[in-house]
């Protein structure tokens, strides 16, 4: 029998648990909120389904796929994302490939060697979690649990203890709900900081940090570049906390919307250990848009 109901008063932590508890097959869908007229028990205003937001597969108590709408689900962008595949070769794949299934083309990866079947397995299984993991700090939204929903047939589905989910996913929302006292705000900028030419030269960046200060900029939107770098809201808020807390960045307009901004251009920066010629590259940027 399907459940119903909105996460803002039955989370999704509680419906991982309940899954977990009755070893449950079946699909949750959270969807948009739309508000109504009417009130719930609480005083609060109902909410009517919209569009899909998200949506997470069980079988038998397990964790085997998620999806998101406006996130890149497909196995190329995934192993991109993990770093097995390079831009290049993602994108001659995705040109190639044509309506090729995912299981269909993890077949031909393997068997030319681009990638291992592990490579593949560990890529798909970081991916669902990371989703799982955004999706247990939302508090508001329509939800429906159908048992009898089935999958598509041609997913690859990894499947994954909920109990390890549960519990990883509840330090990263502790974790989140900290970054939050920093980044109240994903509409806020981001600008570099006075002196962050001079602390630059003696700070190591990390791959997710490259890929964050071509897009530091007060124009950009953290919601905005989140879209871009392909990040979820706690892998990007880490990463500008610790931009932040090293003096090289800081966060501002909290109150700006992201709909009076011009649309970032969905360039990706290489993901690679910066280099000296790299550092003169960022001092160069720096100092430009200081300049405007």
């Known amino acids: 029998m399907p459940l119903k109901g909105n996460i803002r008063d039955f989370s999704t932590t509680q419906i991982l648990n309940l899954v977990n508890l009755s070893q449950k097959s079946g699909m949750l869908t959270i969807y948009e909120g739309l508000p109504t007229d009417e009130k719930d028990a609480m005083g609060n205003p109902k909410m009517a389904a919209g ?16 999806s998101m709408k406006n996130q890149d689900g497909s196995l190329v962008a995934i ?18 490939a044509g309506n090729t299934s995912d299981k269909g083309l993890a077949m031909r990866l393997i ?41 598509d047939k041609d997913v690859i589905m990894v499947p994954i203890d909920l109990e390890t989910v549960i519990i990883e ?18 509409d806020a900028s981001l600008r570099f900081a006075e002196n962050a030419k001079v602390k630059i030269k003696g700070i190591h960046l990390t791959v997710d940090e490259w890929k964050i200060i071509p897009y530091v900029d007060p124009k950009n939107t953290i919601r905005q570049i989140m879209k871009v770098v392909n990040m979820s809201e706690l892998q990007i808020k880490r990463v500008i906390y610790g931009l932040n807390q090293a003096g090289l960045v800081e966060i501002v307009n909290a109150g700006a919307r992201a709909d009076d901004k011009k649309s970032l251009p969905t360039r990706r920066t290489t993901a690679r250990k910066p280099a000296a010629p790299e550092k003169k590259v960022v001092l160069s940027l720096i100092e430009k848009l200081k300049s405007m």
């Open 79 to 96: 192993l991109n994302k993990a770093g097995k595949l390079s831009n290049e070769q993602a994108r001659l794949l995705r040109e190639r």
């Open 111 to 151: 068997g030319a060697k681009y990638v291992s079947q592990a490579d593949i397995l560990l890529s798909i299984k970081q991916h669902i979690m990371d989703i799982v993991f955004n999706l247990m700090t939302w508090t508001e939204g329509p939800f429906l649990f159908d048992d009898e929903a089935q999958p």
């Open 169 to 186: 996913g509840s330090r990263k929302v502790r974790e989140l709900d900290e970054l939050n006292k920093v980044i109240e705000n994903l």
């Open 51 to 66: 569009d899909e937001r998200a949506r997470i597969t069980f079988h038998q108590g397990k964790l085997v796929h998620a």
